[in-house]
């Protein structure tokens, strides 16, 4: 039986990696901050609280990541735990540069002491491509992070380069697109929309508030990239890759892709700051621009080649972005109604 450690495992991600592996018949161990029992809720949805080892891990200290990599010989070890979100980063970049970079050197380094033997995963992402110098974005394309969280990515990304090629460990780094899933966090923007058309749909017409609608992202599901992690960690030659769909969706459409799953009627006018959407069965304004969820810089177009996975790795998602809306939209308004 396989012993992976999962760190970040009570994130979205860390959900999915977690029943993947469990059904794989992995002995799985996944890491929990120090009174964050309260979030067992997506390991919850996803039936597999009870079948998790947790430990007690934070990536800014380092004597809790030796305790846990010290005391068991792990197959794997797939580093998903980060802030995640890349809004706050402007607020906290201290704190994002010392989990999300220093956190994986931290990792690494335990590895390399106590067991160098231990494949890796680094959780890295599109948003260190920031203004893209490419389009699509693939393994060569250069980087430029636009934010506090993307910079300190691009830190755990090379860091993990460099101890494969200095170390000789099994190190690889997955350069995932966004990955969205019913258990996705409130704050990014997919949950936030189908979770505020839900509650409309149910009659709470309060509008949707958000930012930059023009933005596009290359949108997956969640459950197909962490089988793409999983792959990664089974070649004989640890190498880096893109995981992606290979298309892009402005906000916008995905907006009126979880209205229409609900059954809303989406009308758009204005421009810039005064765009909104009225709900026209409701007569309700459902969805409006608040400048407060504009980013100081922001990353415009996202989208994913990942050939090299679809190739090397046999890896395809299977979800499409309206499929996902679809799927996150009814989910919140069956939730709501319970
Ligand atoms: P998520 O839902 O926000 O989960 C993040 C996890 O990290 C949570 O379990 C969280 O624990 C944990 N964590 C936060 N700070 C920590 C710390 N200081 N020490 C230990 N654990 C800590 O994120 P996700 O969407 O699953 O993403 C997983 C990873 O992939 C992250 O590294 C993210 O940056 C990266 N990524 C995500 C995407 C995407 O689209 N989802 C794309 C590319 C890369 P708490 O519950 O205690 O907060
Ligand atoms: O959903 P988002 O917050 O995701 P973002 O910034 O792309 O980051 C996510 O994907 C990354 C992979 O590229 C991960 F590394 C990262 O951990 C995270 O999972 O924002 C997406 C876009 C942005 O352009 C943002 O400006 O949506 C725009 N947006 C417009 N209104 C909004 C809102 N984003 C949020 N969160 N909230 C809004 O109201």
């Known amino acids: 039986?396989?012993?992976?450690?999962?760190?970040?495992?009570?994130?979205?991600?860390?959900?999915?990696?977690?029943?993947?592996?469990?059904?794989?018949?992995?002995?799985?161990?996944?890491?929990?901050?120090?009174?964050?029992?309260?979030?067992?809720?997506?390991?919850?949805?996803?039936?597999?609280?009870?079948?998790?080892?947790?430990?007690?891990?934070?990536?800014?200290?380092?004597?809790?990541?030796?305790?846990?990599?010290?005391?068991?010989?792990?197959?794997?070890?797939?580093?998903?735990?980060?802030?995640?979100?890349?809004?706050?980063?402007w607020d906290q970049p201290i704190y994002v540069a010392d989990v999300n970079g220093l956190g994986v050197v931290r990792l690494l380094d335990a590895l390399r002491t106590y067991s160098p033997q231990t494949r890796f995963y680094q959780a890295s992402t599109s948003e260190m491509f920031g203004r893209a110098r490419?389009?699509?974005?693939?393994?060569?394309?250069?980087?430029?992070?636009?934010?506090?969280?993307?910079?300190?990515?691009?830190?755990?990304?090379?860091?993990?380069?460099?101890?494969?090629?200095?170390?000789?460990?099994?190190?690889?780094s997955g350069i995932l697109f966004n990955h969205e899933s019913p258990v996705r966090s409130a704050e990014m923007v997919t949950r936030k929309i189908t979770?505020?058309?839900?509650?409309?749909?149910?009659?709470?017409?309060v509008p949707v508030e958000l930012g930059n609608l023009d933005a596009r992202r290359d949108w997956g599901f969640a459950g197909d990239y962490v089988e793409g992690m999983w792959r990664m960690l089974q070649q004989d030659v640890a190498e880096d890759y893109v995981l992606a769909t290979g298309i892009t969706t402005p906000i916008r459409d995905f907006?009126?892709?979880?209205?229409?799953?609900?059954?809303?009627?989406?009308?758009?006018?204005?421009?810039?700051?005064?765009?909104?959407?009225?709900?026209?069965?409701?007569?309700?304004?459902?969805?409006?621009?608040?400048?407060?969820?504009?980013?100081?810089?922001?990353?415009?177009?996202?989208?994913?080649?990942?050939t090299k996975a679809r190739t090397r790795l046999g890896w395809q998602p299977k979800v499409t972005a309206r499929e996902l809306a679809e799927m996150m939209a009814t989910s919140d308004y069956d939730d709501g109604r319970a």
């Open 255 to 306: 907006v009126g892709f979880a209205a229409e799953a609900l059954g809303l009627d989406l009308a758009w006018s204005g421009t810039a700051e005064a765009e909104h959407a009225v709900d026209r069965r409701s007569g309700k304004v459902a969805v409006k621009v608040n400048p407060r969820f504009y980013r100081p810089a922001e990353v415009d177009l996202l989208l994913g080649d990942a």
């Open 1 to 89: 039986m396989k012993k992976a450690l999962i760190t970040g495992v009570t994130g979205q991600d860390g959900s999915y990696l977690a029943r993947l592996l469990l059904d794989m018949g992995y002995d799985v161990t996944g890491t929990i901050r120090a009174n964050s029992q309260a979030k067992m809720t997506r390991l919850r949805k996803l039936g597999v609280a009870d079948a998790v080892r947790l430990v007690d891990v934070d990536l800014s200290e380092i004597n809790s990541i030796n305790r846990a990599i010290r005391g068991t010989a792990f197959d794997e070890v797939y580093n998903l735990a980060a802030q995640s979100f890349v809004g706050s980063s």
């Open 134 to 172: 490419a389009v699509p974005q693939n393994e060569e394309t250069p980087f430029h992070p636009r934010s506090p969280y993307g910079a300190a990515k691009v830190y755990g990304h090379y860091i993990t380069v460099n101890y494969r090629e200095s170390f000789g460990l099994h190190a690889s």
């Open 195 to 205: 979770l505020g058309l839900a509650r409309f749909a149910h009659g709470d017409h």
